[in-house]
């Protein structure tokens, strides 16, 4: 119904999933890890769409690519270089170490602090 269906999005065969609770990378990443799944990964502009369809009601969701090993060069949380990607203008920028990706509602992206930064946990399956 309407109430469960407003926290899915369905794109081609993947399905967005938001939790709907605000949390660390690290949390967000065992959370969807614990449901047999990873944190949402935009691969292309449509699914970036259906992404940012859910980000509100929270100002950011987290997505599932890192540059923490290498700076300056992200990966998927599955692997592989990331081969899509939608940063706002200037980002990303590393400010004071930044290793990790938000989404806003605009769909932009940017890198943020891993440890410090709230963000919807949205899965991806
Ligand atoms: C934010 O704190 P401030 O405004 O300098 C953002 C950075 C962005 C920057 C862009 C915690 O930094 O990731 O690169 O804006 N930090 C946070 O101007 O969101
Ligand atoms: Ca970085
Ligand atoms: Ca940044």
Redesign the pocket.
């Known amino acids: 119904n309407a109430l469960i269906l407003k926290n899915i999005r369905s794109i081609g065969k993947k399905m967005f999933v938001s939790t709907g609770n605000q949390d660390t990378f690290e949390n967000g990443k065992s959370l969807c890890a614990r449901a047999g799944s990873t944190l949402a990964s935009p691969r292309n502009d449509a699914e970036n769409t259906a992404l940012k369809d859910l980000v509100r009601p929270a100002r950011q969701a987290h997505i599932g690519i890192s540059?923490a090993q290498t700076?300056?060069r992200f990966v998927y949380l599955s692997g592989g270089a990331v081969t899509y990607s939608n940063w706002n203008t200037g980002e990303?920028n590393?400010q004071k170490?930044?290793?990790c990706v938000v989404i806003y509602e605009s769909g932009k992206w940017n890198?943020v602090d891993c440890s410090k930064t709230q963000a919807l946990i949205i899965c991806e399956f």
């Open positions: 540059d700076e300056g990303p590393n170490n930044e290793d890198d």
